[in-house]
């Protein structure tokens, strides 16, 4: 999981703003078809960016822990 301590990328900040302007006029009644399509899709993207950090971030500690587990192996033959 990301750390909610980051600081969002600059894409993220900018989709999270449109998408916060879209939810805003949803609740005020003036959304159209085509912007409750958009929000979805800013959702979508959203998430998925969430979901691909996640993905590198276990990636890079599965790395991390390989490296580790040679590195006491290399220790254990000499």
């Not at 909610?4 to 078809?33: I, K, N």
């Not at 950090?53 to 254990?76: G, I, K, T």
Request: net charge negative.
């Amino acid at each position: 999981m990301t750390d909610p301590y980051d600081p969002p990328r600059p894409r993220d900040y900018a989709l999270q703003e449109e998408l916060d302007s879209l939810h805003e006029q949803e609740r005020e009644g003036h959304e159209t078809p085509k912007e409750q399509r958009r929000e979805e899709l800013l959702e979508r993207r959203l998430h998925v960016d969430e979901h691909g950090a996640e993905v590198r971030e276990h990636r890079e500690q599965n790395r991390e822990a390989d490296q580790q587990d040679e590195e006491e192996r290399a220790r254990h033959r000499h």
